[in-house]
């Protein structure tokens, strides 16, 4: 059920008639579990049994290693937990991947091996559910919070629909002290809600969809060789796809929890006019980022054990980033760039070099620039199908690749990227350290309404005739 068709307005308007009527608390939580489950069923029914194999083990794994009187039996238990979540990660996601790699490795020993097809349908949002249910049993076995006593609320907190299958990632600390009071929106959290929602919307069908997908796929569908221009507008496009796309799910995940009284964590912080990549990564999949940190780098040793242990442990989160995106060795390659960055970074700045574009307006900007066209460079990576696509489109970029007599884009395409691209660019440094809701409360009042008419007027226009596609990380 995709949040820009027909069918989620009708859900979602009865979800909410519901939640507005005079049942009890715990009524009110058990609709929004069943509503839940049934949002995430009009996909694959049978995949709710995953949802449920994660929610069931995890609340026992938690309770176990919280009463265990042994660390080897809270270790037991952790295994437990972690075996049985990403175990059924590994074979969903990224069970084919390994079979196509050993069919190649041992084929390079020449043994001839041709197993059967491996035909599995990965499960949408199975890595967004994974790690929030992780999240949980990893702080219980950490000492950070203690096992939840509900198990209604704790199997809400799994499924919850607005984030459930693309974040954000939202940690039981966070969301489950929500459940143990009734939550039902203010008129002005509906509302908000409701502008977000539809926000979002724009941010999906209009900018993402409507403006950008085409010339992204023009580009990125070519086989052969492109013109610079050519490689650098598919690229810039995809890179302001790709942010409109899953800002806009997150954007109305967060509305339509709010909607019903839930608060859950921003996922974008306008990351396009970051400084530097470590800012990028604080500002981009914030709920992502914060897990590998938390989970992951600072498990490694984080920045301890000295210079080299931290590059290290930073390119091993990358790449573990990388590979959580998707079942490719581009996927993996994008990470180990990023990884690559942020040592670069490093470096700097122990030289001194990001001191000294701090201290300069001009010198952030260029800086922010640099950043932005470095990130973009490595989306390459991530939206092309192999890496000799990625190799061609990557050698068109900087001149080295010989361009085909024709031209994949026409001069409007390249020039709607372009100005987009630069507006996109603007918008976020305008709005670093600022927020949608203070811009919204520095407006006057008939000027919102003018803005929200001519939002509800684009949706409209960007929805008709048109086919509703998926978002782009719903395949992760």
């Not at 041709?114 to 949980?136: H, K, N, R, W």
């Not at 492109?226 to 954007?251: K, M, P, R």
């Not at 690749?401 to 440094?429: M, N, P, Q």
């Amino acid at each position: 059920m995709l949040f820009n068709s027909i069918t989620f307005v009708l859900f979602f308007s009865l979800v909410l008639l519901l939640h507005s009527l005079p049942f009890s608390w715990k009524i009110k939580k058990f609709n929004l579990l069943v509503a839940s489950y049934l949002f995430y069923a009009a996909w694959s029914p049978p995949f709710v049994i995953l949802i449920w194999i994660s929610t069931v083990v995890d609340w026992f794994a938690a309770a176990g290693m919280y009463h265990a009187k042994t660390p080897i039996r809270r270790r037991i238990f952790l295994l437990i937990s972690l075996s049985g979540n990403l175990g059924l990660l590994a074979f969903f996601k990224y069970g084919a991947f390994v079979l196509d790699n050993f069919v190649r490795i041992v084929q390079g020993f020449g043994i001839q091996y041709e197993p059967a097809a491996f035909d599995i349908i990965l499960p949408v949002g199975i890595s967004f559910y994974t790690f929030q249910t992780l999240s949980y049993t990893l702080d219980v076995y950490r000492g950070n919070t203690k096992p939840w006593r509900s198990f209604l609320d704790f199997a809400l907190y799994v499924t919850f629909f607005p984030q459930l299958v693309a974040g954000p990632i939202v940690r039981a600390a966070d969301f489950l002290p929500q459940c143990s009071t009734p939550r039902t929106a203010s008129p002005s959290q509906l509302s908000w809600g409701l502008i977000l929602l539809l926000v979002g919307l724009v941010q999906k069908v209009l900018i993402a969809d409507t403006m950008m997908a085409p010339i992204s796929d023009a580009v990125f569908s070519h086989s052969g060789s492109l013109e610079w221009h050519n490689a650098w507008a598919g690229t810039l496009a995809f890179s302001v796809q790709i942010f409109f796309d899953f800002a806009g799910y997150s954007t109305c995940a967060i509305g339509a929890a709010l909607c019903l009284g839930f608060a859950l964590p921003d996922n974008f912080r306008y990351p396009y006019a970051a400084i530097g990549f470590s800012e990028f990564w604080r500002r981009w999949h914030i709920s992502l980022s914060s897990w590998l940190r938390d989970y992951v780098y600072i498990s490694l040793g984080g920045n301890r054990h000295g210079i080299i242990r931290v590059r290290v442990n930073l390119m091993i989160t990358m790449l573990l980033g990388g590979l959580w995106h998707g079942a490719s060795w581009t996927f993996i390659a994008w990470g180990g760039l990023h990884g690559l960055y942020l040592i670069a970074e490093r470096l700097a700045d122990r030289l001194g070099v990001m001191a000294w574009i701090a201290s300069g307006f001009w010198r952030q900007i260029f800086a922010a620039g640099a950043t932005f066209l470095a990130v973009c460079f490595t989306w390459v990576l991530f939206r092309a199908q192999s890496f000799d696509q990625a190799y061609e489109i990557a050698r068109s970029m900087i001149g080295l690749e010989r361009a085909d007599a024709s031209g994949v884009l026409g001069g409007a395409r390249i020039l709607t990227a372009g100005i987009v691209t630069v507006c996109v660019f603007g918008y976020h440094w305008c709005m670093r350290d600022s927020d949608l809701e203070h811009l919204a409360s520095r407006t006057p009042w008939w000027l919102r309404g003018i803005a929200i008419a001519c939002l509800m007027l684009m949706v409209l226009w960007a929805s008709t005739g048109g086919e509703s596609r998926a978002f782009i990380y719903f395949q992760f």
